[in-house]
């Protein structure tokens, strides 16, 4: 029996019509869980929070994310991705949200993790590497955690590559939660930045994450 019928939910693209319901699950789990949000406070920051919640839309309609919903309809775990071409300069990112003079934690964010891709440089990495998915954010309810709800989302994403023709799944992974789960599936580490080694010109940590969370990793699955 398969986890997905084990455990009695169901994956499915997501709609424009679940946007509203997508960023209230994400506001619940996923904002609350981030390790890069708790280290700077963001949860604090009511603009970056709505900066935040815009760049997620962004991906919900695309037709590259799914949610996992239970027999009732609720939204139990939701995966949200993009597709990455190689010398793809219109993908979306979380500093093109931002002008030149915002100085919020949400760019803080974005400085951040532009920085972990572009030092993670899979395209240079993987020469025969031209078109990847992109996994920007999964997470879970954390009552149903467990329960095979990751690794549906996962094999969901990984179907998906295959029929965008794409030879590779691609994820950063800021906590120490999500790194492991990577690992279990199967994918490989490429690159680890530490939180301690990441400052600002006094020399200070910017993220000062919570335990166990001490790195930002890339993560890659060939297909």
Same mark, same amino acid.
């Given at each position: 029996m398969s986890e997905v019928n084990k455990y009695a939910f169901s994956v499915l693209p997501t709609? %424009?019509?679940? $946007?509203?319901?997508?960023? %209230?699950?994400?506001?619940k789990f996923f904002f609350r869980d981030e390790p890069l949000i708790l280290g700077i406070d963001m949860l604090e920051d009511?603009?970056? =929070?709505?900066?935040l919640e815009t760049y997620c839309y962004n991906f919900v309609d695309n037709g &590259? %994310?799914?949610k996992a919903v239970s027999p009732n309809g609720d939204i139990v775990g939701i995966v949200l991705?993009? &597709?990455t071409v190689r010398n793809d300069n219109n993908e979306e990112k979380i500093e093109d949200e931002n002008g030149p003079d915002d100085n919020t934690k949400?760019?803080?964010i974005g400085t951040f993790l532009d920085k972990v891709e572009r030092e993670a440089d899979v395209f240079t990495k993987y020469p025969n590497v031209d078109r990847l998915i992109d996994i920007k954010i999964i997470s879970v309810d954390e009552s149903c955690r467990g329960q095979g709800i990751c690794?549906? &989302?996962?094999d969901k994403t990984k179907e998906l590559?295959?029929?965008?023709?794409?030879?590779?799944?691609y994820v950063e992974c800021s906590s120490y939660y999500?790194? $492991? %789960?990577?690992?279990? =599936?199967?994918?490989?580490?490429?690159?680890? &930045?530490?939180?301690?080694?990441?400052?600002?010109?006094?020399g200070e940590i910017i993220f000062k994450t919570p335990p166990p969370h001490d790195s930002s990793k890339v993560y890659v699955l060939n297909l």
């Open positions: 709609t %424009a019509e679940d $946007k509203q319901d997508v960023i %209230a699950f994400l506001r009511i603009d970056s =929070l709505e900066k &590259l %994310a799914f991705n993009s &597709l949400f760019k803080t690794k549906a &989302l996962i590559a295959l029929e965008n023709e794409c030879n590779m799944v999500s790194a $492991k %789960a990577a690992e279990r =599936l199967g994918f490989e580490c490429i690159y680890t &930045l530490y939180f301690r080694d990441y400052v600002d010109e006094n």
